[in-house]
């Protein structure tokens, strides 16, 4: 094997055999050089780690993330160790890239573009004030669901640490909202421009159950259900709070004559976006109507609105933004109405009880996409009692 980088010797002249570790060291290097490549503009590996897209994908169901559908998007930060993210692996703090050179946002042009519904992997739009605790797990999941503030955060575990757009957290969740729609949720249900939005027929969602015998479930209903032996809710074994039910297993509980009903979140959240229960009193089950911005679109501007737009005007587009009583100034200028520079999306989880996504963050921007989940190559499942592959899963395409 002879790799361009290697000077070669002149034609005649005597040629040296190469050793057995240049070989090595030769076909190591292109190997690397091929599958960076491979992993940078065609597709990447990706891992599921929680259950927020369940059942549409399952924890530790391993995919192949296609970055040509949309387009590749050119690293931003080309200085890094090759299949690394933000870190080195077996360290907790340790950066795997240099912000020494940073390039500005551009994607090449790929097969198709984002349709409503694509099931998308993208980096963490909190992403870029990550805040470690001091054994290395990342807290922003802290700030979120518990309302603590960064700066509540730093009192307990340091500085926050910046990361590049291309070196945040990697999230998977479904668009269920591309740039111009409008979301809304009305007791549960999705709502996309006044009509009703996509329902995964195998979506989890939260019920409370109470047992027609007033005993508790026994141990066959227990496996139909694949609940854990004396599962129930409090001292009253008979009443059960159940957050990963299908509308099928829901039916079933129904057939036993049971009493069963949603758990709907109707109580209003602080750790909704925007964080403003006093105009905006949300919750995962009430929320909106909120408009997606699209690149181009004008929205007019009060101090009413601004919170739903005010990350992206400071953090994503990068205006320095100033509220003075009623008056806003975006650079310097009073303004009553911002323009959108990019195209912004709305993600939300299958297992809508369960899923921290844009009705907790907002905005996904088209620079933080990363490309489309494709194929599932392998899966299994795992507890502290068994073991075992799914093999019905294997090469099987997501939807």
């Not at 005597?14 to 030769?26: F, G, H, L, M, N």
């Not at 519904?117 to 805040?131: E, K």
Request: proline share 7%; hydrophobic share 35%; net charge positive.
């Amino acid at each position: 094997m002879k790799l361009f980088f290697w000077k070669r010797k002149k034609a005649g002249g005597p040629q040296k055999k190469k050793s057995k570790v240049r070989e090595w060291i030769e076909a190591a290097v292109f190997a690397i050089v091929v599958a960076a490549l491979i992993r940078t503009f065609l597709f990447e590996a990706f891992m599921i780690p929680s259950g927020s897209m369940e059942r549409t994908l399952l924890i530790h169901d391993y995919l192949f993330v296609s970055k040509i559908s949309y387009g590749p998007r050119i690293p931003m930060t080309p200085l890094a160790w090759p299949f690394t993210n933000h870190t080195l692996p077996f360290t907790k703090t340790t950066k795997a890239f240099s912000t020494a050179i940073q390039w500005p946002y551009m994607r090449l042009p790929g097969f198709s573009k984002i349709k409503r519904n694509d099931v998308i992997v993208f980096n963490y739009p909190l992403g870029d004030t990550a805040i470690y605790s001091k054994s290395g797990d990342d807290a922003d999941y802290y700030v979120m669901k518990r309302n603590l503030t960064p700066d509540t955060l730093k009192l307990f575990y340091g500085d926050p640490i910046y990361r590049p757009v291309d070196k945040r957290e990697t999230w998977i969740k479904r668009c269920v909202g591309i740039s111009g729609d409008t979301i809304m949720v009305v007791d549960g249900q999705l709502f996309v421009n006044g009509e009703p939005g996509f329902a995964p027929p195998e979506a989890l969602t939260s019920y409370r159950v109470k047992t027609r015998t007033g005993k508790p479930f026994n141990d066959k209903q227990q496996k139909d259900l694949h609940l854990d032996a004396g599962y129930g809710l409090g001292e009253d074994s008979s009443r059960y709070y159940l957050y990963d039910l299908t509308t099928e297993k829901a039916a079933l509980i129904k057939q036993w004559g049971d009493t069963i009903q949603p758990d709907p979140k109707v109580k209003t959240r602080k750790g909704i976006f925007p964080g403003n229960p006093d105009n905006y009193p949300w919750s995962e089950d009430t929320y909106g109507p909120i408009y997606v911005p699209k690149k181009g679109a004008t929205v007019q501007l009060d101090t009413c609105v601004l919170p739903l737009y005010r990350r992206i005007i400071e953090n994503y587009e990068h205006n320095q933004l100033e509220v003075k009583g009623d008056k806003i100034f975006i650079n310097g200028r009073q303004t009553t109405a911002y323009t959108f520079q990019m195209n912004y999306y709305w993600m939300m989880g299958d297992n809508r009880h369960q899923s921290i996504d844009s009705r907790f963050w907002g905005f996904v921007p088209e620079d933080h996409l990363i490309g489309k989940a494709w194929l599932i190559w392998f899966s299994f499942h795992k507890t502290y009692k068994d073991f075992y592959i799914r093999w019905s899963r294997f090469f099987t395409l997501i939807k």
